[in-house]
C-alpha cells in the first residue's frame, strides 16, 4: 500500500473530522480505514507490490465519491502519483474524486495540485 509518512495520531482525528463531515452532508455507506468502518478497496499495480487505497469511499445520491486527506509529507511525489491515479480511475469509473485538507496543509495541498495540473479545489474541514 502506497503509504504517506503521516502523523497516524493526527491522520486519524482528521479522518475522523472528515467522516462526521461526510455524514452531516447525507453520505452513506462510508469506507474508511479506522476502527469501526469498513476498509475502502484496494488497488494493486500489476507486476509489483504497490497497492492504493483511497482513504474514505462513500456514496450519496446513487454516486460513489473517491476523498483523500492532505497532509503534509516528506514524500510528496508517492502522494502526487496515488492522487492522479484515483483522479484517472474516478474518471473512468464516474466516481467524483474530492480532496480534504485543514488548517496547516491549504498551502501544501495548492501547490501539489498545481505541480501535478489536477484541476481540484480542496474542501477545507
Known amino acids: 500500500m502506497i503509504t504517506i509518512d503521516k502523523d497516524t495520531d493526527k491522520n486519524t482525528e482528521i479522518l475522523g473530522t472528515a467522516i462526521n463531515y461526510l455524514e452531516d452532508r447525507g453520505f452513506e455507506n462510508i469506507k474508511a480505514d479506522t476502527d469501526g468502518f469498513e476498509s475502502p478497496k484496494s488497488y494493486i499495480r500489476r507486476g509489483s507490490e504497490v497497492s492504493i487505497t483511497p482513504d474514505i469511499v462513500a456514496e450519496r445520491d446513487g454516486e460513489k465519491h473517491i ?59
Do not use: A, C, Q
Open 67 to 125: 476523498f483523500e486527506l492532505s497532509l503534509k509529507s516528506k514524500k510528496p511525489r508517492l502522494l502526487k502519483s496515488k492522487w492522479l491515479f484515483l483522479d484517472t480511475l474516478s474518471g473512468m469509473k464516474n466516481f467524483k474524486f474530492k480532496i480534504f485538507t485543514t488548517r496547516g496543509h491549504y498551502k501544501f495541498t495548492d501547490e501539489t495540485l498545481n505541480s501535478i495540473n489536477l484541476n481540484k479545489t480542496p474542501v477545507k474541514i
